[in-house]
């Protein structure tokens, strides 16, 4: 399995930012997927995930600001970032669990300046 995760970069406290992670080596529509995230000096946390049936999860701290999508035909996973904070500064990655084994992206840098 194969995540490649893109969209990170450096926006200003308000704005938005778009992640997209592109699946390759699995069937995708068999696994939920998700978003997590590791600031410096901190814990990787699960930011959001969705089910196969697309239901979706947020941590707390993204509730209303943060939506994750998934395209089964295009094997891909997004999360649309709005009205982002200093405190979502970190690498983003994207991830599944495929036959008892999780599986990671390369990680992407969210910045956001104040």
């Known amino acids: 399995v194969q995540l490649q995760a893109s969209g990170g970069g450096l926006v200003q406290a308000g704005g938005s930012l778009r992640l997209s992670c592109a699946a390759s080596?699995?069937?995708?529509?068999?696994?939920?997927m998700g978003w997590y995230r590791q600031a410096p000096g901190k814990q990787r946390e699960l930011v959001a995930d969705i089910s196969t049936s697309h239901d979706k999860r947020y941590v707390a701290s993204v509730e209303g600001r943060f939506a994750i999508s998934r395209d089964n035909v295009r094997r891909t996973v997004d999360l649309q970032m709005n009205d982002l904070r200093p405190e979502d500064t970190a690498v983003y990655y994207c991830s599944t669990n495929c036959s008892g084994r999780t599986f990671w992206g390369q990680g992407t840098q969210v910045t956001v300046s104040s």
């Open positions: 080596g699995t069937n995708f529509r068999l696994y939920n």
